[in-house]
């Protein structure tokens, strides 16, 4: 086999590049997938969220009016969360799960959490799993 050393060395250009290339991708990839402690979905003692985006059943993207962008929820460190809706919630960071019962109900709703960071946190529809609302800090 008769390598050149020109061959040789577009081989290893190629090569330096993609392996740089993967590097920035997977250094700049997304939060998907990440879920912190608890802290992080009520700060030091209340977080206030606004939804940034949401998606329907199908995965399509929902437009947001500009009542749904100004709604907020804060979630307080003693198990509490206000808003449109008030009540106490239970989060499981093992499960990836955040259980919420509005006040003066028997019935909650559970939601899958995809990401949970400082500054991001998606709820997902347990049911139909491409249905999703991503929120971030306020």
Known sequence: MNLSHVSFRSYFTSLLSVVALLFIMSSCGSDKGKVEEVNKLYGSSSKAWV???????AGSKV???AAAQDQ???FA???TYSGTQSGKYVFDQTAKTITMTPEGSTTSNTFNIETL???????V???SPESKLMLKAK
């Open 72 to 74: 907020e929820i804060s």
């Open 125 to 127: 529809n347990p049911n």
């Open 63 to 65: 437009k947001q009016d």
């Open 51 to 57: 939804t940034d985006k949401q998606t329907d059943a």
């Open 77 to 79: 460190s003693n198990g």
């Open 117 to 123: 960071t400082d500054g991001k946190l998606t709820l």
